[in-house]
T-cell receptor
Framework: DARVTQTPRHKVTEMGQEVTMRCQPI?????VFWYRQTMMQGLELLAY????????DSGMPKDRFSAEMPDATLATLKIQPSEPRDSAVYFC????????????FGSGTQLSVL | AQSVAQPEDQVNVAEGNPLTVKCTYS??????LFWYVQYPNRGLQFLLK??????LVKGSYGFEAEFNKSQTSFHLKKPSALVSDSALYFC???????????FGRGTSLIVHP
């Protein structure tokens, strides 16, 4: 089965360290989303790419977060420097076409910043 | 602007009984509505969608959802619950002019044996 692959599955780091999360979208999908899930806020959109171009990153703290798609098979989300409030589960999702009628989610990266 | 509300944090139902998970939405144009399910330590999985057409939409695993325009609701239903249906359920909405869905906070469904 085609699936979205996220690495690492779990990450524990200390405050101030750089964190990089990676996502491999389903082959042929041209749209990628990054979401953050917390108990308090639920699912928050961080970034949205179509054809590797960032179309919306308004939900992302610009001072410490960055998202890129170096190529069509890889999306990255970086946090530098990390803070304890960044502890959450980060999901990547991909979709085909432009209407995004069905998103395919990865299993997430559970991040703990101590 | 688009938003979605799931008024119940948790729904409890006995196995074999019908279940309903509620969702209401707000959009400026025509709504595109979705339900996703999340099992523990997994990503969200698509269940069903409403774009246009029949108000009753059928999806995966025996789930269905009823679109009600006058009440701006899109409740998820299943005639007979299974213990294996226990999971976190998310409603999502976008309007016709946006390609980014907004998700609700999720409802935890617990099906008791």
């Amino acid at each position: 089965d085609a699936r979205v692959t996220q690495t690492p599955r779990h990450k524990v780091t200390e405050m101030g360290q750089e964190v990089t999360m990676r996502c491999q979208p389903i082959l042929g999908h041209n749209t990628v989303f990054w979401y953050r899930q917390t108990m308090m806020q639920g699912l928050e959109l961080l970034a949205y790419f179509r054809n590797r171009a960032p179309l919306d990153d308004s939900g992302m703290p610009k001072d410490r977060f960055s998202a890129e798609m170096p190529d069509a098979t890889l999306a990255t989300l970086k946090i530098q420097p990390s803070e304890p409030r960044d502890s959450a589960v980060y999901f990547c999702a991909s979709a085909s076409g432009i209407t995004n009628e069905k998103l395919f989610f990865g299993s997430g990266t559970q991040l703990s910043v101590l | 602007a688009q938003s979605v509300a799931q008024p119940e944090d948790q729904v409890n139902v006995a196995e074999g009984n019908p279940l309903t998970v509620k969702c209401t939405y707000s959009v400026s144009g025509n709504p595109y509505l979705f339900w996703y399910v999340q099992y523990p330590n997994r990503g969200l999985q698509f269940l069903l969608k409403y774009i246009t057409g029949d108000n009753l939409v059928k999806g995966s695993y025996g789930f269905e959802a009823e679109f009600n325009k006058s009440q701006t609701s899109f409740h998820l239903k299943k005639p007979s619950a299974l213990v294996s249906d226990s999971a976190l359920y998310f409603c999502a909405v976008r309007d016709g002019g946006s390609y980014i869905p907004t998700f609700g906070r999720g409802t935890s469904l617990i099906v008791h044996p």
